[in-house]
């Protein structure tokens, strides 16, 4: 169990890592599977609410935009898995792909993209990327729940009683 609580960070912090870094690929070139996700299912549902564009190419939550964000966080969890003294560093990229990964979410739940995403071509990927998903959300809280004391310890000092 000692082991758990000293190196369970790791574990946490390379799936994170894992998960956000093996999907750049697909963000960054324009492949066919992004291109749907974001510009034929979420950027239509965004558009009969009146937000056209937003997921479009050079929209404020484009693949890339997205992509950008999921690195940044990336980077900012095993970093901070490497650098035992700055604890922070993890914890605000925990926070960061907690929020990132929410959004992800919150899209696979409540816009026609659906929980198991179903391409043009009628190939499913079965769930596959919202499991990944949570399983990425429950990593990033665990996380800041096992740096606790660093974020806690922030807030008592930017609001003292």
Known sequence: MNFVKKHGHWILSLFVAFVFIQSLFFKFTGSPET??????????WAASLGFKGVFAPGGI???KVVGSAELVAS??????????SQQLVQVAGAALGLGVISGAIFFHLFTPLGIAVVNTDGSSDGGELFMLACGVW????????????????LIKKIFPR
């Open 35 to 44: 291109v749907y996700i974001f510009q034929g299912k979420l950027d239509p």
């Open 61 to 63: 939550f484009s693949a």
């Open 138 to 153: 429950v990593s990033c809280a665990l996380l800041l729940w096992i740096r606790r004391d660093v974020w806690l310890s």
């Open 75 to 84: 980077i900012l969890v095993l970093a901070g898995a490497f650098l035992a």
